[in-house]
């Protein structure tokens, strides 16, 4: 793989493998040569090769001396390469049908249920086009990406901020595991269907990009365990996180697209982001429910749906080898190491996390006090209203205190008391 190009216009060789690309007088250069070719003059990067009068494979071959920078995936590394133009894949006439027939659909659907819908929507300067643009009667607008083909990770975070900046929220469908697109802004995954059954309306559930949150108390009656001890064990402590609808308890219906179409122009269900605690990924987008967000809220305290810039993830971060320029001609074995498998990114695990801890022991001379976190964590794991949690009068912890079939003691208080001498 190629790891230095010439630039045309600055009269520069660029080695790609360093951190200042060889020119630290030059700070934006970087953003200049990975501007995608439709933005720029595709004869901005030169094959070395091919500049130092030797023979460029690629031109021999009847293609162009000319490149683009990209980066690669090679070894869990992700190096600068330049590739020769045209090698970035190009939709078939089967994608570009089944991205069409997509599109089409969506429009049909929105414009069904009295919503404004339209195709090939530009933003504002034309930086940017929105496969459909839905419009809901609040005036919320959604900026709907069918993406069936890889697009790379800074495309997608250029290209939402854009829309972002018009007021659109954006809206990307895959139908990928692997898509980089997925957890990198809003998103939705869809099944590879042919053109023919889309367009024919058969169903098109949402398989990925959407869910539902689940506060439970962390007991032995829970039917799920607890995500911070291993096997069956139960920490007592009221658990929040997101899961897909088939993993819910009791299992909530599959979303289908058009379910997305209305929900999301209504404002019924919104873009969610929840930062990860740990390495790695920088954090889950997801759509999920008005009324689920707003119980997240309540207990994260997280006021913005969506990031201004969301952080860069640790697979998204370049690196440099620091090497001497390789001045061959690389064509032809481009694709073959510049790139290892793309590692699966819709995994359905739950996402997000959060655990409301154990309630301090009441004290005789200081009356408990609930805070308003606690409250709703405890309210939404008992599925009652708010104003009927307090304490269990015997180990303090939440329970349903107060209102029709309430009690003074918790369960497990209860068996206790029962059990006792």
Known sequence: ???????????????LSLPDLGHPDRPDLLG??????????????????????RECLSETGGKSPWMFVRRGRVGGRRPLVASHLPVTHRATPAESEQHKATKERIVETASGYGLDARTEVATAHRRSV????????????????IQYHHLGPSSVHRRSVTAMENRI??????????AALIDRAPWARVDDMPWREIAGGKEMVIRGGYRYLQVWKCVPSSPR??????????????????????????????????????????????????????RGRAGRHMWVPAADCRIWRELTAQTASLPEAPPPEEDDVTTFAEQEIDR????????????DARP?????????????GRLPTKRADRPM????????????????????????????????????????TCDLCRIALNQGP
């Not at 929220?169 to 692997?178: G, R």
Request: a negative charge.
């Open 1 to 15: 793989m190629a790891n230095g190009v010439w630039h045309t216009k600055y009269r520069i060789e660029i080695n």
């Open 32 to 53: 200049e040569i990975t501007t995608s070719v439709a933005d720029r003059d595709p004869g901005l990067l030169e094959c070395l090769a091919h500049h130092e009068g």
């Open 130 to 145: 929105s496969d459909a643009l839905v419009t809901g009667p609040g005036g919320i607008r959604i900026g709907w990406e």
């Open 169 to 178: 929220t954006p809206l990307w469908v895959t139908k990928d595991k692997t």
């Open 225 to 278: 365990h607890c995500p911070h001890t291993e096997g069956a064990g139960h920490c007592e402590q009221i658990h929040a996180e997101w899961f897909l609808p088939a993993l819910c308890h009791p299992e909530k219906n599959p979303v289908h697209i058009e379910d997305l179409v209305l929900s999301s122009a209504t404002g019924e269900s919104v873009p969610v982001y929840v930062p990860n605690r740990g």
């Open 328 to 339: 061959t001609c690389r064509a032809g074995d481009e694709g073959r190491h510049a790139c």
């Open 344 to 356: 699966v990114r819709d995994l359905g695990q739950p996402a997000g996390g959060f655990t409301l």
């Open 369 to 408: 006090v609930i805070t308003p976190v606690e409250r709703a964590a405890a309210a939404a794991a008992l599925g009652c209203p708010p104003w009927e949690v307090g304490p269990c009068s015997q180990c303090s912890q939440l329970m349903r205190r107060y209102g029709r079939d309430a009690a003074m």
